[in-house]
């Protein structure tokens, strides 16, 4: 049985009720994420130990199928998984000295490379013959005696190239040397449900990220525009944005609502669009399509120069707070996942109401005007096929 190690940060900040409930719903939305993409259920048990979730697979330990499900679990967890800081694919031993020495060298003889520096760190929980301390100097005498001469180590306890680290809790030991990071923040699903704006730029996908990563469940609303001469098309960015979502979510099944952004546009007249016009009236929509549900906010981008023009103008009516969460931030500078073959389309670099909203001149629609719109608005719920 292989075994991965899953730390969490904030949540483990809670007090113990509420840690309990987070860690519960970090380790559901794992095994729904991890059923999305293919690694079966029957195979994975996940248990809490020391301030961690393990991930056991269930497979032979050295087999190539293991190796490779390992990595693509690894991969799902940095990833997909909100409220994860890092994980570790570990081996467990036991406490015994002897027992530790022997798998600390036999994984060290794996990946230490020649001309390496090394170190190794240690913690321990419980009562031993031995202190954290002399774990780290005994283990790593085993290390340079059988390893330095021959593959020409040194030892770096300030920066080190490789570090192996062994943490000890009673009667187990789990060595290891690798920590991957993750993305961090809340598990989805502690913090309420938010409506997603998308219209098509970085920014939109971005915010809705940011706020997923802070424990909300998002509910994507997506404002699509059909190809045409005088608007073009916003449909091919927001479709990569939402299998991002999908990604993300930790739901069996995936769904999305689309909203005919053309129609809207038509309405408003491109000479009188702008951003903030745009923001109040895809809110209203938002709101018109949640009905009776509860929503806890809403969240869309904003281009950081037009954003001071933009507050003024935003409606103090809603039932829900709005979130502009890259408001202060620089988009180019957050670790998300929309880098790679992402650009904005329509919204914002080509749309002519980012423009227009820093002209004074323009008569934004009045507010009987935007209720007309927003009621006059076509949506549907999507629910692909594959989930």
């Known amino acids: 049985?292989?075994?991965?190690?899953?730390?969490?940060?904030?949540?483990?900040?809670?007090?113990?009720?509420?840690?309990?409930?987070?860690?519960?719903?970090?380790?559901?939305?794992?095994?729904?994420?991890?059923?999305?993409?293919?690694?079966?259920?029957?195979?994975?048990?996940?248990?809490?130990?020391?301030?961690?979730?393990?991930?056991?697979?269930?497979?032979?330990?050295?087999?190539?199928?293991?190796?490779?499900?390992?990595?693509?679990?690894?991969?799902?967890?940095?990833?997909?998984?909100?409220?994860?800081?890092?994980?570790?694919?570990?081996?467990?031993?036991?406490?015994?000295?002897?027992?530790?020495?022997?798998?600390?060298?036999?994984?060290?003889?794996?990946?230490?490379?020649?001309?390496?520096?090394?170190?190794?760190?240690?913690?321990?929980?419980?009562?031993?013959?031995?202190?954290?301390?002399?774990?780290?100097?005994?283990?790593?005498?085993?290390?340079?005696?059988?390893?330095?001469?021959?593959?020409?180590?040194?030892?770096?306890?300030?920066?080190?190239?490789?570090?192996?680290?062994?943490?000890?809790?009673?009667?187990?030991?789990?060595?290891?040397?690798?920590?991957?990071?993750?993305?961090?923040?809340?598990?989805?699903?502690?913090?309420?449900?938010?409506?997603?704006?998308?219209?098509?730029?970085?920014?939109?996908?971005?915010?809705?990220?940011?706020?997923?990563?802070?424990?909300s469940n998002i509910i994507p609303i997506a404002f699509v525009l059909k190809n045409s001469k005088t608007f073009g098309t916003n449909a091919n960015e927001i479709e990569k944005q939402l299998d991002i979502f999908n990604l993300l979510q930790p739901k069996k099944h995936f769904s999305y609502y689309k909203v005919d952004f053309t129609h809207i546009l038509q309405e408003i007249g491109l000479d009188r669009l702008q951003c903030s016009t745009c923001d109040k009236i895809c809110i209203a929509i938002s709101e018109r399509i949640s009905g009776d549900q509860y929503i806890d906010g809403y969240c869309l981008g904003n281009a950081s120069d037009t954003i001071l023009e933009r507050i003024p103008e935003s409606s103090n009516n809603h039932l829900a707070p709005v979130y502009y969460p890259v408001i202060a931030l620089d988009p180019t500078k957050i670790s998300h996942p929309f880098k790679e073959n992402f650009i904005s389309e329509f919204c914002l670099s080509d749309c002519p109401g980012y423009e227009n909203q820093k002209k004074k001149e323009i008569k934004p629609p009045s507010l009987e005007e935007i209720e007309q719109i927003v009621a006059s608005a076509n949506f549907s719920l999507i629910k692909p096929v594959k989930a």
């Open 1 to 215: 049985m292989s075994e991965i190690f899953v730390r969490f940060g904030e949540l483990g900040l809670k007090s113990p009720p509420v840690r309990r409930r987070m860690e519960k719903r970090l380790a559901t939305n794992i095994k729904i994420i991890l059923e999305k993409k293919g690694i079966d259920d029957a195979k994975i048990t996940i248990n809490r130990a020391w301030a961690r979730l393990i991930v056991s697979l269930d497979t032979p330990q050295n087999s190539i199928e293991n190796a490779s499900i390992i990595q693509k679990i690894i991969s799902i967890l940095t990833q997909n998984v909100a409220g994860i800081t890092s994980v570790s694919h570990v081996i467990r031993s036991s406490s015994d000295l002897d027992e530790i020495k022997k798998t600390a060298l036999n994984l060290a003889k794996e990946n230490l490379k020649p001309g390496n520096s090394f170190a190794v760190r240690a913690r321990r929980l419980g009562k031993h013959d031995y202190s954290s301390q002399d774990l780290e100097r005994l283990v790593g005498e085993v290390l340079f005696e059988t390893l330095a001469q021959k593959h020409n180590l040194t030892v770096n306890l300030t920066n080190p190239d490789y570090t192996l680290s062994i943490e000890v809790k009673d009667e187990d030991a789990f060595i290891f040397d690798q920590k991957i990071l993750g993305i961090g923040g809340l598990p989805q699903g502690t913090q309420g449900r938010i409506n997603s704006i998308l219209r098509g730029s970085i920014e939109d996908a971005i915010s809705g990220f940011l706020m997923s990563k802070r424990g």
